[in-house]
């Protein structure tokens, strides 16, 4: 048996039932009922439940129609994401401010690596600490694991739910995960678990027990990091959080212009560009900044912190709101740029809180088509010029030239 001979100790905070959570603290007569988060129309899915619905069945991802058949007395509530958003942010401004190195892996997920902290405070009590000043701090329920890297902990997280903590030291690592069922370990999908199973393997310690050769053969490359999680190896690095982290793109025009249609129509392509990337990432950006140079080369940014989120429609609606109060001085433009930053982690259903059946249906039809043909192929009209504004630009250029020139 190979055994991970990484010294580090990994701790891994998961805010419990986050959504749900962030409702409680607004209205208090939710606790201890059934509540179901998610679009709410039949149409709409699950983004988040509590304890109290789960023991029906309801789980996250599961159609809305489902989970209201499955808990007819659960209170289903439209989603908030400004206010998911904004606690989010809470509590990684406590973790910022004791945490040596932390990773925000998702909205309501963190790693930290305090490899070292045993020397000086220990690592449990540290941590004990940390979660007692979210707790205090924001008002939310939030669970620990603490092992040896970041699969050990996630999966001790887990079973330290709902509102517990749970170390698991390096000698204990073997005997912890043996029993578990192969569906706690990280990134294993569900094909992947009913393959398994069809062939008898249930559990951690069965999973191990096979060669890894043999594991590989049966899933591919994928094989070889799930056999080796099984057997709690692990070198993938807590990497440093940081808001700048981003994606983006500009342009620069051949000629400076002032066509501010034009301007605009270029903006809302870069945007869709990005929030499609977003998605095909399972991303969500939590800050916009849109920049303009002009054509003596002063260059002028708006940023804006803005809900979670991954949406053409809102995002498109932030980037020409700052736009058009950055652009001011009417002198031509050399080029203009789009950023999103403070990515993290999460698929856009996390952000699918949309009455309506038809924008579910349009995002998930305009996405397939982008990821069969390219994203190319489909683009909003409002971003495109048609033929006749092309031919009238270059009409209006020939007059202009012709006036010049004369």
């Not at 490899?115 to 690592?123: A, E, I, K, L």
């Not at 990005?274 to 991303?283: G, I």
């Not at 995002?315 to 080029?335: H, N, P, S």
Request: charged fraction near 25%; hydrophobic fraction near 40%; proline fraction near 3%.
């Amino acid at each position: 048996m190979i055994w991970d001979d990484d010294k580090r100790m990994v701790v891994h905070l998961d805010l419990d039932t986050f959504f749900v959570s962030v409702e409680r603290l607004k209205n208090s007569n939710l606790i201890g009922k059934p509540v179901i988060i998610g679009g709410l129309s039949d149409r709409g899915v699950v983004a988040s439940c509590s304890y109290e619905s789960r023991q029906f069945g309801v789980h996250s991802a599961m159609p809305m129609k489902l989970a209201r058949r499955l808990c007819s007395q659960a209170i289903v509530i439209r989603g908030d994401m400004e206010s998911y958003s904004k606690y989010s942010r809470l509590v990684t401004d406590v973790i910022h401010e004791k945490a040596p190195l932390y990773e925000k892996a998702s909205i309501d997920e963190h790693y930290l690596d305090i490899t070292g902290m045993d020397r000086f405070f220990g690592s449990l009590k540290w941590t004990h600490e940390l979660r007692e000043s979210i707790i205090k701090n924001t008002g939310l329920p939030i669970s620990f694991g603490l092992s040896i890297n970041k699969t050990v902990s996630k999966i001790a997280t887990n079973e330290a739910k709902p509102n517990g903590e749970l170390e698991v030291q390096r000698p204990q690592v073997p005997w912890f995960l043996a029993p578990l069922s192969i569906r706690k370990i990280p990134m294993l999908g569900q094909k992947t678990y009913q393959l398994l199973r069809s062939m008898g393997v249930t559990t951690i310690k069965v999973l191990r027990e096979i060669p890894p050769e043999m594991v590989e053969r049966v899933l591919g490359k994928n094989g070889t990091m799930i056999w080796k999680k099984a057997n709690g190896i692990d070198h993938t690095p807590v990497a440093p959080y940081s808001e700048q982290k981003s994606m983006s793109t500009e342009r620069t025009f051949e000629q400076d212009t002032i066509d501010v249609v034009m301007l605009k129509q270029k903006l809302v392509s870069m945007v869709e560009k990005l929030a499609f990337q977003l998605r095909e990432q399972h991303k969500l950006t939590g800050c916009i900044t849109v920049k303009i140079r002009y054509a003596n080369f002063d260059t002028h940014t708006q940023q804006k912190q803005i809900s979670y989120t991954s949406f053409d429609h809102i995002l498109l609606k932030e980037a020409t709101e700052m736009f058009d109060k950055l652009y001011k001085r009417r002198m031509l433009i050399r080029l203009i740029g789009v950023r999103f930053s403070q990515l993290v982690q999460g698929h856009q259903q996390l952000n699918m809180f949309e009455n309506s059946e038809e924008m579910i249906d349009l995002y998930q039809a305009m996405d397939s088509v982008r990821l069969r043909f390219g994203e190319k192929y489909l683009k909003r009209a409002v971003g495109i010029r048609t033929a006749e504004e092309i031919e009238n630009i270059r009409r209006e250029r020939e007059k202009l030239e012709a006036k010049v020139f004369s």
